[in-house]
Nanobody
Framework: QVQLVESGGGLVQPGGSLRLSCAAS????????MGWYRQGPGKERELVAT???????NYADSVKGRFTIIRDNANNTVYLQMNSLKPEDTAVYFC????????????WGQGTQVTVSL
């Protein structure tokens, strides 16, 4: 069974930084895509960032230049470095892992709360 455990969330002031971690119970080398999603109060879940095992990354326009996704296959961990945080970044952040072959499988963590406020 694949388990993804997020950590690192908390309360941060606007302009501050936070680093989220997603620890996997299995090797993440076997996942085609690792990523982060978030869901703010009263909002739909949205893509934040993804990192393929081919080295490609993509980001939501709202976080480009501020967030960085880091994939550490050796430690079976994916990180989300968040800088210049804004109140609009307040959300529950979820880790996601996807395997495409031989059949598509999609896994999710339990989520970690990030609150950006004075």
């Amino acid at each position: 069974q694949v388990q993804l455990v997020e950590s690192g969330g908390g309360l941060v002031q606007p302009g501050g930084s936070l680093r989220l971690s997603c620890a996997a119970s299995v090797s993440i080398f076997g996942f085609n895509v690792m990523g982060w999603y978030r869901q703010g109060p009263g909002k739909e879940r949205e893509l934040v960032a993804t990192f393929t095992n081919g080295g490609r990354t993509n980001y939501a326009d709202s976080v480009k230049g501020r967030f960085t996704i880091i994939r550490d296959n050796a430690n079976n961990t994916v990180y989300l470095q968040m800088n210049s945080l804004k109140p609009e970044d307040t959300a529950v952040y979820f880790c996601n892992a996807v395997r495409f072959y031989p059949r598509r499988l999609d896994y999710w963590g339990q989520g970690t709360q990030v609150t950006v406020s004075l």
